[in-house]
């Protein structure tokens, strides 16, 4: 069994920032990639970035320059750190965590962010 979990969302004022947290827990022998994704109302999941567990890491380009991705091993976790946000990031946002059973995902954690 394994557990993702999400944390750090909440309402900021365009031009703030917010850290998100992802937790992986249980059966997992390594984390070989994570993944940040985010759906707004009407609109499809999107992938935001992704870090592989050497450190390598993409972006979207609506996010490119804003959010740093990061990844600890040792402790099976990663953040998301999102700077100048803007109303168009107001989404849920869903980690989903790469191992060698699958991908798992959380249940997401709502960012809002008002104009």
């Known amino acids: 069994q394994v557990l993702v979990v999400e944390s750090g969302g909440g309402l900021v004022q365009a031009g703030g920032s917010l850290r998100l947290s992802c937790a992986a827990s249980g059966s997992i022998f390594r984390l070989n990639a994570m993944d940040w994704y985010r759906q707004a109302p009407g609109k499809q999941r999107e992938l935001v970035a992704t870090i592989s567990n050497s450190g390598v890491t993409n972006y979207a380009d609506s996010v490119l320059g804003r959010f740093t991705i990061s990844i600890d091993n040792a402790k099976n976790m990663g953040s998301l750190q999102m700077n100048n946000l803007k109303p168009e990031d107001t989404a849920v946002y869903y980690c989903?965590?790469?191992?060698?059973?699958?991908?798992?995902w959380g249940q997401g954690t709502q960012v809002t962010v008002s104009s």
């Open positions: 989903s965590v790469k191992i060698f059973r699958g991908d798992y």
